[in-house]
Nanobody
Framework: QVQLVESGGGLVQPGGSLRLSCAASGIILNIYSMGWYRQAPGKQRELVAAITSGGNTNYADSVKGRFTISRDNARKTVYLQMNSLKPDDTADYYC?????????WGQGTQVTVSS
């Protein structure tokens, strides 16, 4: 069974940085396109960054130029480097496959951007 465990969130000031990690188990990670999603209070969950099995990346306009998604298939881990954070980036962050057939969601990691 697929299990996703996100970590690395926290409280950061505007302009700060965080690096999120997503450890996957129960799958061969390298064959899947993966994504980082976020859900802000009162809003729907949205995809903010995606990476294909070949390493091609894509970003939502709201995070383009500030966030970087990467993967380490040997470690079965997907990362999200977040720079120049803004209060609007405050949300719970989750990883999952970038596909309509989502796996069970992990617990997520909370990111709060506030002064």
């Amino acid at each position: 069974q697929v299990q996703l465990v996100e970590s690395g969130g926290g409280l950061v000031q505007p302009g700060g940085s965080l690096r999120l990690s997503c450890a996957a188990s129960g799958i061969i990670l390298n064959i899947y396109s993966m994504g980082w999603y976020r859900q802000a209070p009162g809003k729907q969950r949205e995809l903010v960054a995606a990476i294909t099995s070949g390493g091609n990346t894509n970003y939502a306009d709201s995070v383009k130029g500030r966030f970087t998604i990467s993967r380490d298939n040997a470690r079965k881990t997907v990362y999200l480097q977040m720079n120049s954070l803004k209060p609007d980036d405050t949300a719970d962050y989750y990883c999952n496959r970038n596909n309509s057939r989502l796996w069970p969601w992990g617990q997520g990691t909370q990111v709060t951007v506030s002064s």
